[in-house]
């Protein structure tokens, strides 16, 4: 294309060839309008739409952080109430959201369907800028909060899903230290402000200042457009002019983010988070010492400051973590570099360390960084680093989200700040220069320039308050009664009719001509034939090999699924403690730290890890594995084999401090994660009490094996010896060549390489036929109420269809969509405030309906019961009908990455999942009727006879609903 072209009102400014990823970036301004947009051309068939605006808040009232969500509640063109949520029936879309940060707003999708993506890109376009929420007061009272009163004697409450999705947010230590770490670095600018909302503040933003914040911030000229893939640019663009951007004019006011003046001097904050009661005399206190460094446009700055993170604390024995754990400072340390704010943001993170450390926690982090720099750091470490860095970059994963995403978030650190959009993309020589300058000291300096010589950093303090949920609460009970007595009989009444205009607001019905205007595919856009996922199979001696013939960019990826059947059932969640030490503790060859080094500078990793996968049809079958998985450039075989090798079977399982170690920052991590995704863990514990596979899941990754931690780390000097013992044991008995099956994906040209390879790799490794368990795995038959400190409930109820005489069809697929769309998203997220609700179906025979930071428990289980009376009663024209199999085809459509379908293709063979089953749920999905699903209705009628219930949440919620459990107790 030619600089300066006018292609449908967009001026082209830039086009760069980027071949990192092997694309094209065009830069274009809308003359009309003043929008940017950015176009990143290849042949990814997986495209992508987003519009971004800057969005800076002035407050602690959430107001972009509910403009996002109000956005998702209709538009001029799609007056319906939750336009995505209809079109989202109908989708091949394989992601579609929305995201705030701290000064902007992200709404994104993605389909490999080129009329899929054009009509969500119009849905869109219409919601952020035809919004009717001007028209429609609900909508904020919806999203955002509102005041609930049912009748005159009730109390007065506030409800809302950013409300108690942040009620939520602000249960978790680690949500608040990351989220606080920020504010006391920007006090002058609008970073200081926390734009999701605290709980605190969001019942003070009023409809004014609502739609004010909407009409300052959402106008093209302050709107960056990204679009992604083999998608027909000249097209969207014809179609973002002609329907959208031609009406407006552009906007003189320039949205910008002031720069925060550099501190003359360090500084100091403290913050308190939920507790249990116990944690005031444990070592429960968290640090963050947090450093503001130059500026996000600088992209050897950020790229230093993300491989620097690595190296101080990108694993267990990075330099400052080995030392500060060493110094029994606290037990889980890392690193979090925010580089997308105008100023970068490195955090040093202290999990679980004690309050006698306050006074000398920053000269101790400063002084042992100081200690790095004079005595210079392993240029071996460094190279690993960026190693590892520059993989994951090559590789493009983002914790599963499409490449075009991951491609955007490193666009937008120049783009939104009038910089090259390039300029992060092309990181090849920037790589290259940093291994050059690695020898000259360059860490060093830069530690000494960024962090030791740099006064702009705050220490936040962030201590355990056993109080703090029983106090909040009751200032909210306080102050909302505090509201109520100062109301009139009149005042008290006009609220009760309002909230029963607001009920009936959200329960009427749409009009169908309003749903019409939904755009929607066709059944012939959908492929009959499900996708073939290559699978050759092949012997090398005894052990089965998987070949799956992809293009992988050169990398090979290898997972050896070790069978873990022979170990006791009493020694069961001693196999993800092995997995979790594997690679981590010295060798008869290597140091921890040196194994860890050697991983990194030749591999992109090597993690192990459970894998238990069902029979495909039989929850009470299942096939236990030890997953080791790796990746590697073809041409570093040889070395991946040898630190398999060393890491299998030379590991010294009898390194007890650094087991302990371990135990004591994996225990962390699974706080950590227990808060950030209670829902999971309720899940997985409530199908454990009539499954033996999700039994077994739950003793490997659930709530037993938390237990389990919680045990042998608190005494630990007591059962030291019986621990290695046990690892020995299971590592002797799993760890050998009689249990193994080993998949390989690779590019078809490298696999020759490959079995070469593994020939003399398995010709080491141990071989010993071991007996197999036959486990009981009893059923815990109990409805339990879990207890963590949080002010939102996690509710689960879980069912097993196959135990009650039902079989698997793919029409459930169709009615799990059905009963998610059409009845649990108005009932617990809409009408009840919860962040969010979703039903799980699998077809090993369970069932589970599962909440997320919801304000609810009895009030959710009453939805739950009327499920089958839903469903007995569904209607839905063949229009609907039509949506609801082709979104269900769209979900187990998504396109996969080439190591993900390698993986996904071994679960099937080892499931014994085979493609003719996989093409009659395909076939059954696209044949479901109406009656299909309303027949639906008698097996969840007999499944509600069966009574399982998981909870974990907030501890008064809990206790006032004592009668549902059979056991009642604190998790910590």
Request: proline fraction near 4%.
């Amino acid at each position: 294309m030619i600089i300066n072209k006018v292609i449908h009102g967009f001026r082209l400014i830039r086009e760069t060839k980027i071949e990192e990823i092997l694309s094209v970036l065009r830069q274009f301004e809308h003359q009309k309008s003043g929008a940017h947009l950015v176009h990143l051309g290849n042949d990814d068939d997986n495209k992508v739409f987003a519009i971004t605006f800057k969005t800076l808040p002035e407050d602690h009232m959430g107001i972009p952080h509910i403009l996002e969500h109000s956005i998702f509640n209709g538009s001029m063109k799609f007056p319906v109430k939750n336009p995505f949520v209809e079109f989202g029936k109908g989708s091949l879309s394989n992601s579609l959201n929305a995201s705030t940060s701290k000064d902007s707003t992200t709404y994104y999708c993605a389909s490999t369907n080129s009329l899929d993506i054009l009509n969500l890109m119009d849905l869109f376009l219409d919601g952020v800028f035809n919004p009717t929420f001007y028209s429609r007061p609900e909508i904020l009272k919806q999203e955002g909060w509102r005041y609930e009163l049912n009748n005159h004697s009730d109390d007065l409450i506030y409800n809302g899903v950013v409300y108690n999705e942040m009620k939520g947010a602000f249960s978790s230590p680690m949500i608040i230290l990351l989220k606080e770490s920020i504010k006391p670095l920007f006090p002058d600018n609008s970073y200081f402000f926390e734009s999701g909302g605290y709980p605190t503040d969001i019942p003070k933003l009023t409809k004014e200042k609502f739609l004010a914040f909407h009409e300052k911030y959402y106008h093209p000229s302050n709107c960056y457009i990204y679009l992604y893939g083999d998608g027909n640019l000249e097209e969207y663009l014809k179609f973002i002019n002609e329907e959208y951007l031609s009406d407006f004019n552009r906007s003189n006011k320039i949205v910008k983010i002031q720069e925060q003046i550099p501190f003359k001097n360090p500084r100091e904050s403290r913050l308190h988070y939920p507790a249990s009661h116990d944690e005031k005399e444990k070592d429960k206190h968290h640090f963050c010492l947090g450093f503001t460094i130059g500026k996000s446009t600088d992209p050897e700055l950020v790229l230093a400051l993300t491989v620097l993170e690595k190296i101080l604390m990108g694993t267990p024995d990075a330099l400052l973590t080995k030392e500060l754990i060493s110094k029994k400072i606290g037990t889980e340390i890392f690193g979090y570099v925010f580089d997308n704010y105008k100023q970068p943001v490195f955090n040093i993170i202290i999990k679980n360390s004690s309050s006698k450390f306050i006074g000398n926690i920053r000269e101790t982090i400063l002084e042992t960084l100081s200690n790095f720099v004079n005595n210079g750091i392993d240029n071996r470490l460094i190279k690993a680093s960026i190693n590892k860095i520059e993989f994951l970059l090559r590789e493009s994963n983002f914790y599963g989200y499409p490449k075009g995403i991951f491609f955007l978030e490193l666009i937008r650190k120049n783009w939104f700040f009038n910089e090259n959009p390039a300029s992060h993309l092309q990181f090849s020589k920037l790589f290259e220069k940093l291994k050059d300058l690695s020898q000259e000291r360059y860490f060093e300096n830069f530690i000494k320039q960024h962090l030791l010589n740099n006064p702009h950093n705050n220490l936040l303090i962030l201590e355990p308050d056993a109080d703090f949920v029983q106090n909040n609460s009751a200032a909210v009970k306080r102050e909302l009664a505090s509201i109520k007595a100062g109301l009139s009989s009149e005042e008290i009444t006009s609220l009760v009719s309002e909230t029963r205009a607001f009920r009936e607001f959200q329960e009427t019905p749409d009009n169908p001509d309003d749903l019409l205007t939904i755009p929607m595919l066709n059944i012939g856009n959908i492929d009959t034939k499900a996708k073939i996922l290559p699978l050759y199979e092949d012997k090398i001696g005894n052990v089965k090999i998987l070949s799956h013939s992809l293009f992988t960019n050169s990398i090979t990826y290898l997972d050896l699924y070790f069978d873990t059947h022979s170990i006791q059932e009493q020694q069961i969640s001693y196999i993800p403690l092995l997995a979790e030490v594997l690679g981590k503790l010295e060798t008869s060859k290597y140091s921890s730290s040196e194994i860890s080094n050697e991983i990194n500078y030749h591999t992109g990793g090597i993690t192990a890890s459970p894998d238990i996968i069902s029979e495909k049809d039989n929850d009470d079958k299942f096939y236990p594995k030890l997953r080791i998985r790796s990746k590697v450039f073809c041409g570093k075989l040889p070395k991946l084999f040898e630190l398999l090798m060393e890491i299998i079977c030379c590991s010294n399982l009898k390194q007890s401090n650094r087991l302990r170690e371990i135990i004591q920052e994996l225990r962390s991590k699974y706080e950590d994660d227990i808060g950030f995704s209670a829902d999971r863990y309720a899940a997985l514990r409530v199908k454990s009490y009539f499954s033996k596979f999700y039994n077994f899941l739950d003793q490997v990754e659930g709530i037993s094996f938390f237990k389990f931690l919680v045990d042998i780390d608190d005494n630990f000097k007591e059962k030291e010896s019986e621990i290695i013992s046990n690892l020995i044991s299971i590592s002797n008995s799993i760890l050998n060549k009689n249990n193994l099956l080993v998949s390989i994906t690779s590019h078809e040209k490298d696999d020759p390489e490959f079995k070469r390879s593994v020939d003399d790799y398995l010709r080491e490794l141990p071989f010993e036929i071991q007996g197999k368990e036959h486990y009981k795995l009893e059923a815990l038959n109990s409805n339990e109420g879990i207890i963590f400190p949080s002010r939102v409930q996690y509710v689960a109820r879980s069912y097993s269809y196959t135990k009650a005489g039902f079989e698997y069809s793919g029409s459930m697929n169709v009615l799990k969509r059905i009963i998610s769309f059409n009845f649990l998203h108005q009932r617990i997220r809409e009408q009840g405030g919860a962040y969010g609700v979703y039903p799980i179906f699998k077809r090993n025979g369970t069932i589970c309906f599962v909440t997320y930071r919801d304000p609810h428990l009895k009030k959710t289980l009453n939805v739950f019961d009327k499920i089958a009376g839903f469903i007995d009663k569904f209607n839905a024209s063949q229009r609907e009908m039509t949506k609801f199999i082709i979104g269900a085809i769209g979900e187990i459509d998504r396109p996969l990455r080439a190591n993900e379908k390698g993986a996904r293709a071994a679960e099937n063979y080892i499931s014994h999942l085979t493609q003719g089953d996989i093409q009659k749920t395909r076939d059954e999905i696209l044949s479901t009727t109406l009656k299909d699903i309303r027949n639906y209705a008698a097996m969840l009628n007999e499944l509600a006879k069966q009574n399982y219930l998981t909870v974990i949440g907030n501890e008064e919620k809990i206790n006032q609903n004592q009668d549902l459990f059979n056991s009642v107790y604190q998790l910590f």
